[in-house]
């Protein structure tokens, strides 16, 4: 294979909201230019994991080579990096951004601009990338494409007057697509002759390869057998084999600048491999690494425990596993009494939870109870120094407590007029302060500075039901801010259940107490015993239950004779009650933890 001149390179990435069509397109572009035969050709070409499929959503950023011809003759390389739209993954599309010089703005002409359009493009214009708006899904009878130009130039600010119109499901505008990547998107720079700076943009573990790591090259030429090594912590590697993705991997002898690729080198460790990191040569290498990115910051917290504990080694070995292929993606051991062994594991958001604990139980059959969702708090004591709370079950003593902060988040909502009202109600019951409020159309954008911790439970799926579906979100982390904030443990019979406590801001502490022993009175079953559920801070009971006991008759086989016989046998109920209740273990069954931590109102 030829080195390709580095003017004849395209390298840009599709960026859209959830379900505008970036897969589809993305599917059409490699079948117009006959790079998969169409034999081999299926739907959502790029996504390979079945969750994938089965959710309809991109979760890896996935890559694939293209030549194409255009009009003029001249012969081109297109390399494409298809990125996952939901805010969860806005990881994987900032890494792929740093990759690619130039972007397809996918946005849906019947829909408009949402959220997570303007979060991703905003991305883009960070990364410097020239911008082609492509407006999909032209063929449906809703579509209107002047008044979405009119959006996407009002709401991002850029010109959409010569947006491209397609539908990338029936191919309509997909060779004017091609033509517009060639003149508009720039080619990539670099020097083949300066040394060799490779970004190590992703990688994943391959059981028959080692790790796998896809790059591109910025200056300099990779080559096979070439002694490598990574600027984050010096180690050496030998290049076994190195190539391009035109879906499948095929091999080369090397790649140039511009160009996108992977390598092997029998990495067994994909810990090894940091995302971000500059590749070079041992000998003769460049002296000053590329500028990486920020490593991810996991967001939400929880426990992973086994259902039947004597599958924790299993657990152990699937999440080790997964953590090879997502770096995202953090965990360490704990411990509960409630549910014996497990995980706390850390992730960008409730999607990505959702998925490594679907992932989990699908691919290693494992059955798992999750405890609560929890955030990092910072905890400041008052002899001066300071801990990060990864778990409200560890929450040291108050009184040596001087002030907790907690993070915030700036979320962006777009809105149709009509559900306005209940979005700023939700917004303010979560204890948000409005930071803006625009219009752009018929929609309002409403800008909330928001808690974090009442996001990450079930803020979205309140949002989604009361505007039936219509409004977008996206958020980012603002950093850190100071509130009255509790540790509340729920008690049963007077035992603390650790897996159920919860950081709540003192003014709801009482409310949510409340809701919450009254929903888990109506979820643990009934004992011989009557059963105190208790909801405290510190020492404080602030809302309390009884849950009360199953009753036999013990004086059903006394007949006649003295009223004290019948006494005597109660008074030996009842003692036997209160031994009951002392030794007794009350079982909380598993979805008694997923139901009381939903609030719903």
């Not at 039947?308 to 080694?313: G, Y």
């Not at 979205?460 to 409004?471: H, I």
């Not at 643990?524 to 208790?534: A, E, N, S």
Request: glycine share 6%.
């Amino acid at each position: 294979m030829a080195m390709v001149d580095i003017d004849k390179i395209r390298n840009f990435s599709i960026v859209a909201h959830i379900d505008h069509g970036k897969s589809t397109l993305a599917d059409r572009l490699i079948q117009s230019t006959n790079t998969v035969a169409d034999r081999d050709m299926r739907e959502q070409l790029l996504d390979s994991m079945d969750i994938e499929r089965e959710r309809g959503i991109t979760i890896k950023a996935n890559t694939v080579r293209i030549d194409y011809t255009a009009a003029s003759g001249e012969e081109f390389v297109l390399n494409l990096i298809d990125t996952p739209g939901h805010v969860d993954f806005a990881y994987e599309v900032s890494r792929s951004m740093r990759a690619v010089e130039g972007s397809l703005l996918v946005v849906d002409s019947t829909q408009g601009v949402e959220a997570q359009t303007l979060a991703n493009v905003y991305q883009a214009i960070d990364a410097d990338h020239e911008i082609v708006p492509v407006l999909n899904k032209i063929d449906l009878p809703a579509s209107d494409c002047e008044r979405v130009s009119e959006q996407i130039e009002d709401v991002i600010g850029i010109d959409a007057s010569e947006a491209l119109e397609v539908s990338a499901k029936s191919g309509l505008g997909i060779q004017e697509t091609l033509e517009a990547i060639v003149e508009k998107l720039p080619p990539p720079k670099g020097d083949r002759n300066s040394p060799l700076k490779a970004m190590l943009v992703d990688s994943w573990y391959d059981a028959y390869l080692g790790v796998v790591v896809l790059v591109r090259i910025m200056d300099g030429v990779l080559g096979k057998g070439d002694k490598v090594k990574m600027f984050s912590n010096g180690s050496v590697h030998t290049v076994d084999r190195i190539g391009v993705f035109r879906p499948e991997m095929q091999s080369t002898e090397q790649l140039g600048p511009g160009e996108i690729g992977f390598i092997t080198a029998s990495i067994k460790q994909v810990r090894d491999t940091r995302v971000g990191d500059t590749i070079t040569h041992e000998r003769k290498g460049a002296e000053e690494p590329l500028p990486g990115f920020n490593p991810s910051q996991p967001v939400v917290f929880c426990g992973l425990f086994p259902v039947d504990s004597s599958e924790f080694e299993d657990l152990r070995e699937a999440i080790e596993k997964l953590a090879l292929n997502d770096a995202s993606f953090s965990f360490e051991m704990e411990t509960s009494a409630a549910l014996g062994f497990g995980f706390r594991c850390g992730f960008l958001g409730l999607l990505h939870l959702e998925v490594i604990r679907d992932r989990v139980e699908r691919e290693y059959d494992i059955e798992l109870i999750t405890t609560a969702p929890s955030v990092i708090y910072h905890i400041y004591m008052k002899d001066g120094s300071s801990i990060h709370l990864h778990n409200p079950a560890d929450m040291p003593d108050l009184s040596k407590v001087d002030h907790l902060e907690e993070p915030r988040i700036k979320a962006t909502i777009l809105v149709p007029d009509d559900y306005l009202g209940d979005v700023l109600k939700l917004c303010q019951d979560r204890r948000g302060i409005q930071e803006d409020l625009t219009y752009a159309g018929s929609r309002a954008m409403v800008v909330y500075d928001l808690p974090l911790n009442e996001v990450v439970f079930d803020f979205y799926d309140r949002l989604k039901s009361v505007t039936k579906g219509y409004a977008s979100f996206d958020y980012q982390m603002t950093g850190y801010r100071e509130d009255n904030l509790v540790k509340m443990s729920i008690l049963v019979n007077e035992e603390p259940v650790d897996a159920l406590s919860v950081m709540v801001h003192r003014d709801r502490a009482e409310m949510r107490g409340r809701a919450m022993c009254e929903k888990l009175k109506d979820l643990i079953p009934r004992h011989m015993f009557k059963i105190p559920i208790q909801a405290a801070i510190g020492g404080k009971v602030i809302a309390r239950e009884t849950l009360a006991a199953l009753r036999k008759d013990v004086t059903a086989k006394c007949y006649g004779g003295d009223a004290t016989r019948k006494r005597k046998l109660l008074d030996k109920q009842k003692a036997g009650k209160k031994r009951m209740r002392q030794f007794g273990k009350v079982d909380i069954p598993q979805e008694a933890f997923i139901s009381a931590l939903k609030m719903d109102n």
